[in-house]
């Protein structure tokens, strides 16, 4: 019985097969643009890709731009279309540049990057903990040796856990640059 299950199931894919119809234009077009990357080692990639993410870019978003006329300028971004950067030094100024996509050179848009809530959080306990201990031996430097010893403890652990976060916060997150468009 498993015989005829095999011959059936053979005919019935053998059948299917023949009824595809030949190869497409879309599968010759896939087919082709995968020889290439295959080629290539590179995904194919359309010109103006690179400056589309310039064009993405949200007003305000503060950049630093390479000009072939200019330099290198710190700016905000005002607009971009296909043919142009506008940019300032602020939102609130009216004094914009506008500079032809030609004499772009390079776009980084300035992040700000690390994981400061987080650390600010872990810091902030080591910082309670350890003003904790502090204030518990300020207290027994005092010689008090009862529950009122809390009074020199718990301040001190608050202001280590305020110091803690406070220095989480600023040495776990910087400032960082990420190329959005380089001329080619």
Not at 31 to 36: F, I, N, Q
């Amino acid at each position: 019985m498993s015989r005829f299950a095999l011959v059936v199931a053979l005919a019935g894919w053998a059948a299917t097969a023949a009824a595809q119809p030949a190869i497409g234009p879309i599968q010759a077009s896939a087919m082709h643009a995968a020889a290439l990357v295959a080629l290539d080692d590179k995904p194919p990639v359309p010109a103006d890709a690179a400056w589309s993410r310039v064009q993405d870019l949200a007003r305000g978003t503060d950049v630093t731009v390479t000009v072939e006329s200019l330099g290198t300028l710190r700016r905000v971004v005002m607009a971009a279309d296909a043919a142009s950067l506008t940019i300032a030094h602020d939102l609130g100024d009216v004094t914009m540049t506008t500079v032809p996509r030609e004499q772009v050179v390079e776009v980084r848009r300035n992040l700000r990057v690390g994981r400061p809530v987080a650390a600010s959080v872990y810091f902030g306990f080591v910082g309670f903990f350890s003003g904790l201990a502090l204030g518990g031996w300020l207290g027994n430097l005092a010689h008090c040796y009862d529950l009122n010893c809390f009074n020199y403890a718990v301040p001190v652990g608050f202001a280590g856990a305020v110091g803690g976060a406070a220095l989480g916060h600023h040495f776990y997150s910087h400032d960082a640059e990420e190329t959005i468009y380089h001329a080619p």
